[in-house]
């Protein structure tokens, strides 16, 4: 029996298509009216057989598109009104952050959630923000270009994600990187570390481990997710450490899934992990589905407009990639057929929140629930 499973990948808006507004993302109360709209269209999506809910990470966008500030708030907010639906990002900048509270955040949301959580990382796309952040760091937003700038922020993705790996599943670390000391060099005099944890200091009393509080409920750690375009350094990493890739490219482009597949696939089993397509790939697409043709078409329009404004744009630049956008037959045949292809069983739906009318959204939910979920359920 196959064990299909679909997550929504959330991306909400503080303004409406076609609305004239100055900076949305700056009102108070359309933050209230977000947030109910995503709790709103969160429990429907449960109750319909949605899997699992994640947002992207971007910060500062006064403009009010893609407002998706600190996915882990989000996540235990969707996790505190819902039951069984995953929660997680795809994914949280894992380059001009501290890693070591980062690896805490998500720990303990893992533990809030009950060990519904899944972890998504990524280098960061927009230098507005991952400049800003990471400026004491020296590092911003990058194309896979080999530039000095896109090599440092590689070495940093590399080590962070040891140190955070490391804190998840180790009592204690000790890593000195080219980024972060863990720990820095410190005497350390604490009367409960003599008596629990002498090992932590040397005979001078200098620091030399250091833990999280709390570990991840799951074990080893939560899964971990990658958004995936076209770096083959970067698919191999992540087959060797594990990671999920998620893949949005276009029909059109489709031939390269399985090249990046067979590369992955080939980097895991040479690195001694025993994988499958299944477990190395999730496919995506922007869902646009109608509840009449007309419709359908008009929701396409409208993202097609949003994508070349915000996205197909500076300093982005991005192809739109694949569309969830036919009738429940089509898209029926479309996931089977990519099924039976490539072998992948997890599927993404970039779905909007808040651009279109509350109305909209949900039929949208609802047409690809009924249309592609039931009928695969039923059928395995």
Excluded: C
């Excluded at 477990?279 to 329009?301: K, N, S, V």
């Amino acid at each position: 029996m196959t064990d299909f499973r679909f997550t929504i990948l959330v991306v909400p808006y503080m303004r409406r298509r076609d609305e004239q507004i100055g900076l949305a993302g700056s009102m108070p109360e359309r933050w209230q009216t977000l947030m109910d709209h995503v709790r709103t269209q969160m429990q429907f999506a449960e109750s319909v057989g949605y899997d699992g809910f994640a947002m992207t990470e971007q910060h500062m966008q006064v403009e009010g598109i893609e407002t998706t500030t600190n996915p882990l708030f989000w996540d235990y907010f969707v996790a505190q009104h819902t039951e069984r639906m995953r929660v997680g990002q795809l994914g949280m900048n894992l380059t001009a952050v501290n890693p070591i509270q980062l690896a805490e955040n998500i720990a303990i949301l893992d533990h809030f959630t009950g060990g519904r959580t899944f972890v998504g990382f990524t280098r960061g796309n927009t230098p507005r923000w991952t400049g800003t952040f990471g400026q004491h760091l020296g590092i911003t937003s990058t194309e896979s270009d080999k530039s000095d700038a896109d090599q440092r922020s590689r070495r940093a993705l590399y080590e962070n994600w040891h140190l955070v790996k490391s804190l998840w599943t180790q009592d204690k670390v000790s890593i000195q990187g080219e980024f972060w000391e863990a720990p820095p060099e410190m005497e350390w005099h604490f009367p409960p570390t003599d008596d629990f944890d002498p090992t932590a200091v040397d005979e001078n009393k200098t620091l030399r481990e250091i833990g999280i509080v709390p570990r991840p409920l799951q074990q080893p750690h939560p899964p971990v997710y990658a958004p995936f375009s076209y770096s083959m350094e970067t698919s191999k990493f992540w087959a060797r450490e594990g990671g999920k890739m998620v893949s949005f490219v276009a029909p059109e482009r489709q031939s390269f899934i399985g090249t990046a597949l067979d590369i992955y696939l080939e980097e895991a089993h040479s690195s001694g992990r025993d994988t499958t397509a299944a477990d190395a790939l999730a496919i995506g697409g922007h869902l646009t589905m109608g509840r009449t043709p007309a419709e359908g078409a008009d929701l396409y329009t409208g993202f097609e407009e949003l994508f070349n404004w915000a996205y197909n744009a500076p300093p982005y630049v991005v192809p739109m990639g694949r569309v969830w956008r036919g009738s429940q037959e089509e898209e029926l045949d479309h996931v089977a057929s990519l099924h039976e292809e490539f072998g992948v069983t997890e599927f993404f739906l970039w779905h909007h929140v808040g651009y279109f009318t509350q109305d909209q959204e949900l039929a949208m939910l609802n047409e690809f629930a009924e249309g592609v979920i039931a009928p695969l359920r039923a059928g395995s």
